[in-house]
């Protein structure tokens, strides 16, 4: 097939917004799914006009980025994180998840969370996603609405699913008000922004009674929406949803019905082959967060399996309390080096489909696979460069081999969404960081107790 030509100098032709040439693209598109060593991707308004290779000289644009020696390619997409939960970044460490969370996030947050306080937090975590090549991600997390404003602000994509448990949590002090207050927060914020999309959070199957989680995928089936829950994370948890259910947490999922395309399982550490043939059975997804198990040795997710039943896998970082960043370069180091050893076979999960996870299947997990994900004509302008020109990634064989194995988020140097820049140069775009940092400097005061 011939390439993606960029428009003709026609005077009635509207010029491109921006045209990036020279550089080394990764479409990873059916067109082009290998890398294309000297190209170009041409944005106008918020779209991707034209992708090819070569040097085109039958164009005009407001603005040409000179790119030889860095790697075009789609921004990475992050099928988990807490984004407010930079705010608890380093507060406890070395501990196991239970101990973790109930001794020591649940009564931070009880001290802390508010809209503002979650204003400020994901601010910072957006900043710090942009910074490390981040353009779309999903968020678990209560009083929502500070995300949301943040989001807005820092222009970048996300899910926003919020939360539901219940016991009492920020902003629902009373827990029967928990799908009440999803359902408000859905009418609030439903086509505000063509950058924000929605979702309900149940947390887990053992801190949501069979009513709530029921409730939770009735309201998101309600509005077409996706639905994360924490799955099988750690092996007590395993244990206590087989003492409430009498059955493996995803066979108690399937019961209640809560399993199907719009599903996000998270974690999904401890299952067995029926219950991975379940997920498959009703392609719900996966967001893998290697990182977080390690820290927390909450277990390695099967994964290898997974995709072996062509299960659609994303990786995802969790929150800073238990990571303790949002690079999902690194995550992808992490995630390759992490089952090459545990299954001992060093050909398991190649770079080439490490990279898919954090791009195009990220996508599709999320339902945005015909936005974003790929670099290719009429899809959204989400797209990140990435600075070559660096020792650790001297000399160049193989960009996806640099990606996994060696690049990390301080590498990325330009980053678009929907066609706007974000970041160039490394600097900061749409938010201001110094006062980010102050403000929640200013936050943690409190956090610790």
């Known amino acids: 097939m011939e390439p993606q030509k960029p428009p003709s100098n026609k005077i009635n032709d509207p010029p491109l917004d921006y045209l990036i040439r020279d550089a080394q693209v990764l479409p990873l598109s059916s067109l082009h799914p290998g890398p294309i060593p000297r190209g170009y991707v041409g944005l106008r308004g918020s779209v991707i006009a034209c992708v090819g290779e070569g040097a085109p000289e039958d164009w005009t644009a407001r603005e040409v980025i000179e790119a030889s020696g860095f790697l075009a390619m789609p921004g990475l ?8 939960m930079t705010l608890f970044r380093g507060l406890a460490d070395d501990l196991p998840l239970r101990s973790w969370l ?3 996030i649940f009564p931070a947050e009880a001290r802390i969370i508010d809209a503002e306080t979650v204003y400020w937090g ?12 981040t353009t779309t991600f999903a968020d678990g997390y209560f009083c929502l609405e500070g995300t949301a404003r943040a989001v807005q602000e ?6 926003l699913a919020h939360g539901i448990i219940d016991f009492p949590a920020p902003g629902v002090p009373d827990p029967a008000d928990n799908i009440a207050t999803v359902r408000r927060f859905i009418d609030r914020w439903a086509g505000v922004s063509e950058l924000i999309r929605l979702g309900v959070f149940p947390h887990a199957a053992y801190t949501c009674s069979p009513a709530t989680l029921k409730q939770a995928k009735g309201l998101a089936r309600e509005h077409r929406l996706p639905l994360f829950i924490h799955l099988a994370e750690t092996r007590e948890e395993v244990d206590r949803v087989r003492q409430i259910s009498g059955t493996s947490p995803v066979r108690f999922l399937r019961d209640l019905d809560l399993l199907d395309s719009r599903t996000v399982a998270v974690h999904a550490n401890w299952l067995e082959a029926e219950e991975l043939d379940l997920l498959a059975e009703t ?8 990182e977080s198990n390690l820290k927390l040795a909450a277990g390695v997710a099967p994964i290898v399996e997974m995709l072996e039943r062509g ?3 994303g990786l995802g970082t969790d929150g800073c309390a238990s990571n303790n960043d949002l690079d999902l370069l690194r995550e992808m180091r992490t995630a390759a080096l992490l089952h090459k050893v545990t299954r001992r076979d060093p050909a398991l999960l190649s770079a080439p489909s490490l990279v898919r996870l954090v791009t195009i299947t990220g996508a599709v997990i999320l339902g945005l696979e015909q936005e974003v994900g790929t670099l290719e004509a009429g899809k959204q302008a989400d797209l990140i460069l990435v600075d070559l020109d660096r020792p650790h990634l001297t000399p160049l064989y193989n960009p996806f081999s640099h990606l996994v194995y060696a690049a990390c988020g301080a590498d990325v140097d330009t980053v678009f969404v929907a066609g706007r820049p974000v970041m160039r140069r490394r600097e900061l775009l749409t938010l201001d960081w110094r006062e980010i940092r102050d403000r929640v400097r200013e936050i943690a005061k409190r956090a610790g107790g």
């Open 77 to 84: 997409v992050n099928t988990h994180t807490h984004a407010a």
């Open 102 to 104: 109930e001794d020591h």
């Open 122 to 133: 994901s601010l910072l975590a957006c900043a710090e996603m942009i910074r490390s090549g």
């Open 154 to 159: 820092a222009g970048l994509r996300a899910v």
């Open 283 to 290: 392609r719900t997804g996966v967001s893998h967060c290697p």
């Open 311 to 313: 299960i659609p896998v």
